[in-house]
């Protein structure tokens, strides 16, 4: 199957620093969604973004399908921003509605 | 308009038990899965429901089944639990199933809040 692969894996910022988020996908895709895990376990969703560019407020994302990965910006970090990022793939052919997550990037802003 | 929603929020069960949870989709959203978080296994796919067939399955044994209804509800079972079903159960839902090639806004799916579920 499809393999989703987001590094760093941990990530630890200064509140007021900008950082980016990786995320590889091995086989073509035709959705791509971002979502932010908060401490109580609600996914949020951040972006839908299976190409192109997308901006809102201080975070926005990039996905170049042709070369099978996407980025997630986080600018000006907040406290409020820590928590885990996860990208989720859903495959072109097959599979139904099935997204494929990534094993994510914990986040965490420090005063 | 009111997102997903999910019953019960927290639950706890002993081994060998069974257990229910249920997930009502977003207004209108026809498309519910369900997906298993656990820290050693991350996030995976349990299966999804479109117009109350099972449209998808991931790689679960037979103890995990579930439904959907008329409304587009759903609901999932556990039967015979084990230590190893503790986790946070995820339910999706999206305005369209997927279908083959087809890709776009309509297939973004929005999740609920989580059943945790702790077997001792």
């Known amino acids: 199957g499809i393999q989703v692969e987001q590094s760093p894996p941990d990530l630890i910022l200064q509140e007021g620093a900008n950082s980016t988020l990786r995320c590889n996908f091995s086989?073509?895709?035709?959705?791509l969604q971002w979502f932010h895990q908060n401490p109580w376990g609600q996914l949020i969703n951040l972006f839908y973004?299976?190409?192109g560019t997308k901006q809102n407020g201080r975070l926005s994302a990039t996905t170049v399908a042709t070369e099978r990965y996407s980025l997630l910006y986080i600018s000006s970090s907040q406290t409020t921003d820590s928590g885990v990022y996860f990208c989720?793939?859903?495959?072109?052919?097959?599979?139904?509605?099935?997204?494929?997550f990534g094993t994510g990037t914990q986040l965490k802003v420090e005063l | 308009k009111a997102g997903v929603t999910q019953t019960p929020r927290y639950l706890i069960k002993t081994r060998g038990q069974q257990v229910t949870l249920s997930c009502s989709p977003i207004?209108?959203?026809?498309?519910v899965s369900w997906y298993q978080q656990t820290p050693g296994q991350g996030l995976q796919f349990l299966f999804e429901?479109?117009?109350?067939?099972?449209?998808n399955k991931g790689n679960f044994p037979g103890r995990f089944s579930g439904r959907q209804f008329s409304n587009s509800r759903s609901e999932m079972n556990v039967s015979t639990l084990e230590l190893g079903d503790s986790a946070l159960y995820l339910c999706?839902?999206?305005?369209?199933?997927?279908?083959?090639?087809?890709?776009?806004?309509?297939?973004?799916?929005?999740f609920g809040p989580g059943t945790r579920l702790t077997v001792l």
């Open positions: 086989d073509s895709v035709n959705n």
């Open positions: 999706a839902s999206s305005l369209v199933g997927g279908l083959g090639r087809e890709g776009g806004p309509f297939h973004e799916q929005f």
């Open positions: 207004s209108g959203h026809r498309s």
């Open positions: 973004i299976p190409s």
């Open positions: 989720a793939v859903r495959i072109l052919t097959g599979g139904g509605n099935k997204l494929t």
């Open positions: 429901y479109f117009s109350e067939t099972q449209r």
